[in-house]
C-alpha cells in the first residue's frame, strides 16, 4: 500500500503508476504517420484522440499534429518530432487554483501559443536536451535538433500580442521580449548568444503558428479526397445498363409512338447517349421495325452530373482494401453518414460523395503517390521512408496525376487557370492604393530585388506606424518607433549591399560587417577580431553575396560556428583542425578573458574534460593547464544507511579518506540526508516567483513548488533512496516531508 506523509499542504505529487489521468486535451488537427506511446504500449493518432499525462507523442517523415489544450494552448508538432507531456493542470475550482504546464520536446519543430495556463499566471516550460524555455503569455517557435541544439523564436500570438521568453540552460539565460528574434543553445554548458532578428528569408521559411495547419489542411485535401467514386459511377452503369435491357426488350406490337428505326440506327443512338452527345431525357420512347422498344422518360440526373465514359474509364479492379479496414471507424465517427456519403475537398470547395466511390479515387491518388516518390509496389503499411530519394521526385507530374484524378472523378482540380482581367491600369491603380505592407514584402527574395517600384525609388519604402504597425494589427507595446527604425536601417543597407555592389568592395564589405558581426550588442553589433570573412573563405571569396544559395550562407554560419566555439574554421589556413590540436597551443589563450569566463562557468570534471580543459579538484575549477590531483582527493563513502518511514529520518555512517595522508574518520548521524546510494538526483528550476523542485525515481514522482521568498528543507524519500534538498540560505529552514513507497 502506498504510504504518504506530507507536513507541509502545498505539495503537489504524482505517481507514474497511477490509474491513466484524466483528458487533458485532444488532437485537432493531424497527417501522415503519427503514433503515441502510452503505459508500454503504442497506439495509432487520429483527429481527436484524447491526450493525457505522460503521452509520448511521435511523427513521422510525413507526419505532424495540432495538439489543442484545454485551457486553450496550441502545440504544434512537425514532421519527425517527438514531444511528451510531463505535466498539465488546470483546476480553476480549485483554492488557489492549480495551473501549469511542462512538456519536453527530444527532437523535430514546434510552435506553441499561450492559452488560459499562462494567462492565469501558471508556469509553462518546455525543456529540451540543451535547453529550458519559459513563455509568458506568448508565443514561439522552435527546432530541436538530433544532437539536442535548441532554437527558439518568438512570434506575434494569433491576435498579434507579444509576450516574454527566457531560455536557460546551464551557463546562462536570455530574454526575448522582441518578435522574430531568436536564440540558439548549443549545449547545456555553453553560454547562450543575445537574441538576433531573422533575415526576411529565415521568417519566409519559419515553422510558424501557421505552419502546421497549412500543412494539414493541405493534407487533408488529399487525404479527404480519396473518398469520391463509385456513387457516380454506379449511376453510370445503372444508367447504361438499363438503355441496354430497354434496347433489347421484344414486343410484338408497336407501343405509344411510332417512330421506325433499324436496328443500326438504334445501336447508334446508344452509343451516342453513352457518349452524352444526346441528353438521357430525349429517349422517351423508341421503336424499331421488327421489334418495339419503350423507356419511360429517365427520372435521373442529367448528364451533366457524372464524368463522361470515355473520361472516367471505369477500373474495377482498383484495390481499396487500405481504405475498407477505415470503414467501421469512419462510419462510427460520423465521417461517414446513414447514406453513405462523406465529405471531400476539390478547388471549389467541399462536397459529398459516395464513400465506395471515394476510396476507389483515393487508392488510385496512393498509387500516383507511390509512383512519383520511386516505389509503385508500396503501400502506406509497407513503404521505408528512409529510402525514398526525395530529390529525385518530379512533384510537377504527381500534382498534374493528381489533378486529372480529380477531374475524371468528377471534381475540380487544382491547376485550373485565373482569367487575367487585371489591365496595367488596374495594376498601377492598386499599387498607388497601397495602405500598408507585411512582411511579404520584404522577402529578400528575387521578386523583392527585382521589384521596379523599389528599384525606381531607390529602395523599400520606408515603414511607419501607420503603414506596418497598424496596418497588420501589431501590438504596439513591441512595433514601437525604435524598432522600426531599426528594420528600416537594416532594409536600406540590405538593399545598398545587393544593389549597389557587385563585389566585395570596401563599401560591401563594410555593410555585411555591420548586420553580421558576432561581437557586441543588438542592434549594434559589431565585427569580431578573427571572425571569419567570407571573402577569405575557399569557397565563398570567389563569390558576391547576391549569388549565394543557401549552401553558401551554411557555409559561412558553420564556419563562423566552428571558430566561435574552436578558435578555428575550415579554410582558415590554419593548422589547428580539432579540438585537440587547438589545445596544444594554450599560450594563444593565455589572455583569452572570454575564454577564461567561459571556463569559469564550468564546475564539474565531467563537461570539463569533455571540453578537452583540465580540472583541479582541490579547487574545483576547470582550466587550459594539467593539474596533479592525487593529493587533493578526498573520498566520501557512506554505509549501513537505515531508513524510518514514519519520520523521514535516516540514520547511515559516513566516512573520509584524506588522499594526501591516508588517515580516515567516521561519523554516524541521524536526520535529513542524501542516502549514499541515492542514484535519481532532483531538479531544481526557478521561474517567476516560484521554485519547481522535481524528482523521479522511475517509480515515483515528487513535484513541488515552492515560493523562493521562503527558504525550506526539502527531504524526499522514494523507496530506498532519499534525498535532501534546501532551497535558501537560512539554518532555521521550514521542512518538508514526502514519502512515497510500495
Request: net charge negative; glycine share 6%.
Amino acid at each position: 500500500m502506498k504510504k504518504f506523509l506530507s507536513i507541509v499542504s502545498f505539495l503537489v505529487l504524482f505517481s507514474f503508476n497511477a490509474v491513466a489521468g484524466p483528458k487533458v486535451g485532444e488532437i485537432t488537427g493531424q497527417m501522415g504517420t503519427t503514433w503515441n506511446e502510452r503505459e508500454g504500449q503504442t497506439e495509432n493518432v487520429i483527429m481527436g484522440y484524447e491526450l493525457q499525462m505522460n503521452d509520448f507523442l511521435q511523427t513521422g517523415e510525413d507526419g505532424g499534429m495540432i495538439l489543442s489544450y484545454v485551457d486553450g494552448s496550441k502545440f504544434t508538432m512537425g514532421p519527425n518530432a517527438e514531444t511528451i507531456i510531463d505535466e498539465f493542470a488546470f483546476d480553476t475550482s480549485a483554492v488557489p487554483i492549480e495551473v501549469a504546464m511542462n512538456v519536453t520536446v527530444n527532437v523535430g519543430s514546434f510552435t506553441y501559443e499561450s492559452g488560459s495556463v499562462s494567462e492565469l499566471g501558471g508556469d509553462v516550460t518546455i525543456t529540451t536536451a540543451t535547453a529550458t524555455v519559459t513563455m509568458q503569455g506568448t508565443a514561439i517557435s522552435g527546432t530541436v535538433a538530433a544532437n539536442g541544439q535548441t532554437t527558439i523564436i518568438l512570434l506575434p500570438d494569433s491576435d498579434g500580442d507579444v509576450g516574454q521568453v527566457t531560455v536557460s540552460n546551464e551557463a546562462g539565460s536570455q530574454i526575448l521580449t522582441n518578435p522574430y528574434t531568436a536564440v540558439t543553445v548549443f549545449s547545456e554548458n555553453v553560454s547562450i548568444k543575445a537574441p538576433s532578428p531573422l533575415g526576411n528569408n529565415e521568417k519566409k521559411n519559419l515553422f510558424d503558428l501557421d505552419s502546421a495547419e497549412e500543412l494539414i489542411e493541405e493534407k487533408e485535401k488529399f487525404d479527404n479526397t480519396k473518398e469520391l467514386i463509385e456513387k457516380n459511377n454506379e449511376e453510370l452503369i445503372e444508367t447504361i445498363e438499363e438503355i441496354e435491357s430497354n434496347d433489347i426488350i421484344m414486343e410484338d406490337e408497336t407501343k405509344s409512338k411510332d417512330v421506325e428505326m433499324e436496328m443500326d440506327e438504334a445501336q447508334e443512338l446508344e452509343e451516342s447517349i453513352v457518349k452524352e452527345e444526346l441528353s438521357v431525357s430525349e429517349t422517351e420512347t423508341i421503336t424499331t421495325t421488327d421489334m418495339a422498344v419503350e423507356t419511360e422518360t429517365m427520372d435521373t440526373k442529367s448528364s451533366d452530373s457524372f464524368a463522361d465514359v470515355e473520361d472516367i474509364g471505369i477500373e474495377e479492379d482498383v484495390d481499396t482494401s487500405y481504405y475498407d479496414d477505415f470503414e467501421d471507424d469512419l462510419k462510427d465517427w460520423g465521417y461517414i453518414d446513414d447514406d453513405n456519403q462523406i465529405s471531400v475537398w476539390d478547388a471549389e470547395g467541399e462536397k459529398t460523395m459516395d464513400w465506395d466511390e471515394a476510396k476507389s479515387m483515393y487508392a488510385e491518388m496512393d498509387q500516383a503517390y507511390f509512383d512519383a516518390i520511386g516505389c509503385s509496389d508500396c503501400t502506406w503499411d509497407t513503404i521505408n521512408w528512409d529510402e525514398v530519394n526525395w530529390d529525385d521526385v518530379d512533384w510537377d507530374t504527381y500534382m498534374d496525376d493528381y489533378n486529372d484524378l480529380l477531374e475524371k472523378y468528377g471534381l475540380t482540380s487544382w491547376d485550373m487557370e485565373l482569367e487575367e482581367d487585371k489591365t496595367e491600369e488596374v495594376l498601377e491603380e492598386a499599387t498607388e492604393t497601397i495602405e500598408g505592407y507585411t512582411w511579404e514584402d520584404f522577402m529578400l527574395d528575387d521578386e523583392y530585388y527585382n521589384n521596379s517600384d523599389y528599384i525606381s525609388a531607390g529602395g523599400p519604402p520606408e515603414l511607419t506606424i501607420e503603414n506596418y504597425c497598424d496596418y497588420n494589427g501589431y501590438d504596439l507595446s513591441w512595433c514601437d518607433q525604435s524598432y522600426l527604425d531599426y528594420l528600416n536601417e537594416w532594409y536600406a543597407d540590405d538593399w545598398s549591399l545587393f544593389k549597389d555592389y557587385t563585389s566585395w568592395e570596401k563599401g560591401a564589405k563594410k555593410l555585411f560587417k555591420k548586420w553580421y558581426g558576432w561581437c557586441g550588442q543588438w542592434p549594434d553589433y559589431e565585427w569580431c577580431e578573427g571572425q571569419p570573412k567570407p571573402w577569405k573563405i575557399d569557397g565563398l571569396k570567389d563569390k558576391y553575396i547576391s549569388e549565394w544559395d543557401w549552401n553558401d550562407w551554411d557555409k559561412f554560419y558553420q564556419a563562423t560556428y566552428d571558430w566561435w566555439y574552436t578558435g578555428t574554421y575550415d579554410d582558415s589556413g590554419d593548422d589547428q583542425s580539432s579540438w585537440e590540436e587547438e589545445y596544444e597551443y594554450e599560450d594563444e589563450y593565455d589572455a583569452d578573458l572570454e575564454l577564461e569566463q567561459w571556463l569559469s562557468d564550468i564546475d564539474n570534471e565531467w563537461d570539463c574534460d569533455y571540453y578537452g580543459y583540465y580540472w583541479d579538484k582541490a579547487n574545483q575549477k576547470c582550466g587550459t593547464e594539467w593539474v596533479d590531483n592525487s593529493q587533493a582527493e578526498t573520498a566520501i563513502t557512506t554505509s549501513g544507511e537505515t531508513l524510518n518511514y514514519a519520520t523521514g529520518d535516516i540514520t547511515q555512517t559516513v566516512t573520509t579518506t584524506d588522499g594526501a595522508t591516508g588517515a580516515t574518520s567516521s561519523v554516524t548521524q541521524t536526520g535529513r540526508y542524501t542516502t549514499g546510494n541515492n542514484s535519481h538526483d532532483v531538479t531544481a528550476t526557478t521561474s517567476g516567483d516560484y521554485t519547481i523542485v522535481d524528482r523521479d525515481n522511475d517509480n515515483h514522482r515528487a513535484y513541488v513548488k515552492i515560493d523562493t521568498s521562503e527558504e525550506i528543507d526539502l527531504q524526499i524519500m522514494q523507496d530506498k533512496e532519499t534525498q535532501n534538498f534546501k532551497v535558501g540560505s537560512n539554518l532555521l529552514h521550514p521542512q518538508i516531508t514526502i514519502i512515497q513507497t510500495d
